[in-house]
Structure formats: C-alpha cells, structure tokens
C-alpha cells in the first residue's frame, strides 16, 4: 500500500499567517526540500525550509503572478506572471524570460501549471476580468513551441495528472466542473475530453488540484470552505472543512509527501466573512492519511 489509514477526522494546522491576498500555486520542490508559493496579487514568493521558517521575496513582474513548477536545480522555478513565464533563481534572485505563448491577447493572464509525468509544461490561461471564454490550456514540451491544448475555458486551474501520467484532470472553474482527459507520452495533445466531476452552489467553484499515490484527485474550492478528496472514478470520499472559504489550492510535501498543504485567500472577501474567517490568506498542512507523488522538474529550453 502506498498511503496509511484513511483518517476519519483529519486534522489541521496553521503553518503560516502570511496574510496574502490571493495565496496560491504551492509547491513542495523535489530537488531542494523546500515549500514554495505565490501571493498573486501582491508579486510575493514565500518559501518555508524544514524547521517551517519562511522566507518572502518580491517578484518584480507586473501583477498578478500565476504558478510555479520547480525547475532542475537547487531555488531554481519557473514562474509565471502576465508577462509570461519566467525562470526564477533564488540564490540568485534574479529572472529570464522563456517564452510568452499568449503574447498580444490583452486582458488573458496565466494562471496554474504543472510538469506532467514525462516532463512537459502544462499552463493554463484566464480571462483576467472573469467574464468570456478566453482561457486556454498550452503544453510546452521542452526544446519546441508551445502548443495549443484546448481552450474556450474562462478560468483555468489545476491541472494535475494521474499516477501512471495516462490522465490529466483540470478544474474548469466558472463551469463549476473539473474535466479529465487522455494523455500520451508520445502525443502533444488531449483526447478523451470528459466531465469528471461536478459542483453544487453550495460547493464553491473548483480551484487547485493535486493527486496522491493512489491515484486521489484533491481539489481546493473557492468559496467552499473544504477541501475535497476525490476517488480516480469521480466519487467524493473525503471532505475536510476548513476555517476559511476561499481554498485555492493544495500539494503534497514534507518527509514522505504526506502532509497536504493548503493555500488561501482574503481577497475580495467583505469585513463580516473576515471577521468570521480571520485565519484567510494562511498557509494550512493537512494531515490526511495519504501521501504525494513527487512534482516533476521542467528544464525550460
């Protein structure tokens, strides 16, 4: 077995009260040990080492900032922000642009990506007033341009890919849904495009995602209070409520990849869910039973 007993109650901590206003995209990296992750819209990159020390850099790229995937060495990242994306040194603290695939669309910003089991870069795009369809998904696979995946998406998020890598799971999520689809290391592109989970209202809307070992699909929802573990076949078997509404995503991290960390918040929110959320815009570690699958390093040429 690769996880330990499903825990009926798992449990919570505040591991960080960073106070961001829009926490997201974290990222334990599997070269350094170290937990990164983003403020959107304050141009912030926080990292906490083993000891849960935390760090807090200001990327100097115009707002808001969208994900990051480790890059192949020690502090090394790939960044995106609505310029495009960028590698990011941390030693260094200094950037170069890779490339900018959404080049002369204004008003579309990147939002969430990942590496996929045989090393290509997956990023989503979004309608950066969350209104019209104008989100895509591009796939990079290192050396060539990156391709277009699929698109008419408002606001992308995600993606997260199966155990094996043969699927990739994507919240789409104004469609209040997240979608499936085939992969193939020998093929740039999706097939199979499928509904695999749905949303109520009451839900909130599908952000963050991320898999565990057992092929567990965890998603983080925005306006949902919870976060949510789903089977590989769709069906809810976990849900963690938290003390804030708006989750926005997750990764596994730490000794054995089995605490869940949870990003969030405060943007937006109105002075009375404030004051009833007041832990909004913290980092939380999640003790569920389960354990990761390592993130896969992007080389980025």
């Known amino acids: 077995m690769t996880r330990g007993p499903i825990s009926s109650r798992p449990t919570f901590?505040?591991?960080?009260?960073?106070?961001?206003?829009?926490?997201?995209?974290?990222?334990?990296?599997?070269?350094?040990?170290?937990?990164?992750?983003?403020?959107l819209a304050l141009t912030r990159l926080h990292r906490m080492d083993g000891e849960g020390r935390v760090e807090t850099r200001r990327i100097d790229r115009p707002p808001p900032l969208g994900a990051i995937v480790a890059?192949?060495?020690?502090?090394?990242?790939?960044?995106?922000?609505?310029?495009?994306?960028?590698l990011y040194d941390w030693e260094r603290d200094g950037m170069e642009q890779l490339g900018h695939p959404e080049a002369g669309r204004?008003?579309?910003?990147?939002?969430?990506?990942?590496?996929?089991?045989?090393?290509?870069?997956?990023?989503?795009?979004?309608?950066?007033?969350?209104?019209?369809?104008?989100?895509?998904?591009?796939?990079?696979?290192?050396?060539?341009?990156?391709?277009?995946?699929?698109?008419?998406?408002?606001?992308?998020?995600?993606?997260?890919?199966?155990?094996?890598?043969?699927?990739?799971y994507l919240s789409d999520s104004v469609g209040r849904r997240i979608l499936a689809y085939d992969l193939a290391p020998d093929v740039v592109g999706l097939r199979n495009r499928r509904v695999f989970a749905e949303m109520a209202i009451d839900e909130g809307y599908p952000d963050g995602l991320t898999v565990d070992a057992d092929g567990g699909v965890w998603v983080a929802h925005w306006d949902g209070w919870r976060v949510t573990r789903f089977s590989s076949e769709g069906e809810r078997e976990l849900v963690i409520p938290l003390p804030v509404p708006r989750?926005?995503?997750?990764?596994?991290?730490?000794?054995?990849?089995?605490?869940?960390?949870?990003?969030?918040?405060?943007?937006?929110?109105?002075?009375?869910?404030?004051?009833?959320?007041?832990?909004?815009?913290?980092?939380f570690a999640l003790q569920t039973g389960f354990v990761g699958i390592a993130e896969?390093?992007?080389?980025?040429?």
């Open 106 to 168: 204004g008003g579309v910003g990147y939002n969430d990506a990942k590496v996929d089991r045989w090393g290509r870069l997956w990023i989503g795009t979004s309608d950066l007033a969350e209104r019209d369809p104008r989100g895509a998904l591009w796939c990079w696979v290192p050396g060539s341009p990156p391709v277009l995946a699929d698109s008419g998406f408002t606001v992308v998020n995600g993606p997260a890919f199966s155990p094996d890598g043969d699927v990739l």
């Open 13 to 39: 901590r505040v591991v960080a009260q960073t106070g961001d206003a829009l926490g997201e995209a974290p990222l334990w990296h599997p070269v350094d040990g170290h937990l990164y992750w983003l403020d």
């Open 296 to 301: 896969q390093t992007f080389r980025g040429r």
């Open 247 to 283: 989750l926005t995503s997750v990764a596994f991290g730490r000794q054995g990849l089995a605490v869940l960390f949870a990003t969030s918040a405060r943007l937006d929110l109105t002075a009375p869910l404030l004051e009833a959320a007041p832990l909004s815009g913290s980092l």
């Open 71 to 86: 890059g192949d060495g020690p502090g090394r990242l790939i960044l995106s922000a609505s310029d495009g994306l960028w």
